[in-house]
């Protein structure tokens, strides 16, 4: 293999906290990597976010501002931009962004992340990420002791309304059109949790904050936050063009240091994981970079081998 076919090694597509401890990592082994990231983080709409180690409380935003200037103090370089699409060349990749240069790459990482959609209950989506949440982790501290409700939006809620019990006595759950089955009715009283039956018609919102939730017949039921679960769909489309294997369940198969079933090709975060949380995500990053280097390093080690013999050969030729 030829290095100086590659204009990079490795292009990281998304700037996230995957992606961006990925290309960290990869630009400290001396790779030439390139971002580039659409700037649609997930978690844009959270004032703070929480449970990362040194960066507890930090807006999101700085976040990325702060690793986008580490990233570059190692020769990463970051495109702002969408990519359209990734294709297989020969040999490696192309990336091409929908306004942009295309980028060759031997390896591409993926690091799109995933979209949480939210069910069609008004004041949901806008209030989503202030006072409607869906990771007591990241967002229960700062609700704790208040009253709280859960929706009823997904076969786990249940499950969501007595973990979110661990920080508030005060919890109502919404079953709103999920039907409770008598173990769940008696989990849920053995805990203490109220249940207000009855669908909900939307959320009430006062002077910007969250009052409460109303149901079908008008009666509204005050909470200060409340607690959903949102269908979490992968932004996947580039690892689905290039054919990457998927399982069962829809999700894009990858080995545990991020490999997908098609060669060159590695997907992270939450486009490969949608329950990893930031510093998860950022481990994952971290974990497939090493890898991924140890790919380069062998595919390079191959590649001197091969040329070795060939010069050997040709030299055994002339003198033959």
């Known amino acids: 293999m030829n290095d100086q076919e590659y204009a990079y090694d490795v292009v990281v597509v998304g ?25 649609e983080p997930r978690n844009a709409p959270a004032a703070h976010l929480h449970g990362f180690l040194s960066r507890d409380g930090m807006p999101p935003a700085e976040l990325l501002a702060v690793g986008r200037a580490e990233v570059a103090r190692y020769g990463v370089e970051v495109f702002e931009g969408r990519v359209t699409h990734v294709e297989r060349a020969d040999p490696g990749l192309v990336v091409s962004l929908a306004q942009g240069p295309s980028l060759r790459a031997r390896h591409v990482l993926v690091a799109t992340g995933l979209r949480d959609e939210l069910p069609p209950v008004p004041g949901a989506r806008e209030r989503w990420g202030l006072d409607v949440m869906h990771c007591p982790y990241c967002h229960g501290y700062e609700v704790r002791d208040a009253p709280l409700g859960v929706l009823g939006t997904h076969p786990l809620s249940v499950h969501h309304a007595l973990l979110v019990r661990q920080w508030s006595a005060d919890v109502v759950f919404f079953p709103h059109t999920f039907a409770l089955t008598d173990e769940d009715g008696e989990r849920l009283a053995a805990r203490e949790i109220g249940v207000a039956e009855g669908e909900v018609a939307r959320l009430v919102v006062e002077d910007d904050r969250l009052r409460g939730v109303e149901l079908a017949g008008g009666r509204v039921v005050r909470r200060d936050a409340v607690f959903l679960a949102p269908r979490m769909v992968p932004n996947d489309a580039l690892l689905t063009g290039l054919g990457c294997e998927k399982d069962g369940n829809g999700a894009v198969v990858t080995d545990p240091a991020g490999r997908t079933s098609v060669p060159g090709v590695w997907a992270v975060g939450n486009a490969a994981d949608p329950f990893a949380a930031l510093i998860t995500a950022a481990s994952a990053g971290a974990g497939a970079a090493f890898a991924l280097n140890h790919d380069l390093v062998e595919e390079e080690i191959a590649a001197a081998v091969a040329s070795r013999h060939r010069g050997e050969a040709e030299a055994g030729a002339l003198t033959g």
């Open 15 to 39: 700037g996230g906290p995957a992606g961006l401890n990925a290309a960290l990592v990869l630009g400290r082994a001396r790779r030439r990597v390139a971002v580039v990231d659409a700037g």
